[in-house]
């Protein structure tokens, strides 16, 4: 399938979202989830696109976009590996994983690899402390990561 054909279809599938919400009015950030669950990130045009179907300025929707670390104009790996560097985290050798998933995937904090498979970012808090140093990857989260670890944790996300 087309490469355009691809991109028209997730168009399609946000206008219909927009079109079902009951209440437009103060729906941005929902919307704005659903965008870059659909793209996968928000770049210029989806970001006007939500604008013009929102009936809003679209310097009000960059603003929300980049004010919210969640949302991000940058395309990002298939497996985006966070690795929290809050309070306890960092005090229990959160820099020490950090440094070894680097190593590992090949990129620094916000790069993501040539193949599109890891992004590497960087939290600053989960909510998780009592099973500090945390690590997640999409939606999965692994508690006392070592740099021992890290090495088994990418072996799941190895085709």
Request: aromatic residues 10%; negative net charge.
């Amino acid at each position: 399938m087309c490469k355009s054909v691809l991109v028209e279809e997730k168009f399609h599938e946000l206008e219909e979202f927009i079109n079902e919400l009951p209440d437009k009015k103060g729906a941005l950030i929902e919307v704005l989830h659903k965008a870059q669950h659909i793209f996968g990130y928000l770049p210029e045009e989806v970001q006007q696109f939500v604008a013009e179907k929102l009936n809003v300025p679209a310097s009000k929707v960059y603003g929300v976009v980049s004010f919210y670390s969640y949302f991000t104009t940058t395309p990002r790996g298939e497996y985006v590996v966070n690795i929290c560097m809050g309070t306890a985290c960092f005090v229990r050798g959160a820099a020490n994983v950090l440094a070894e998933f680097e190593k590992q995937i090949g990129v620094k904090v916000g790069q993501t690899t040539a193949d599109g498979k890891f992004t590497v970012e960087v939290l600053r808090c989960v909510g998780a402390c009592g099973l500090a140093p945390v690590v997640t990857i999409n939606d999965r989260v692994y508690g006392h990561v070592t740099p021992n670890d890290v090495k088994k944790i990418l072996a799941e996300y190895q085709d």
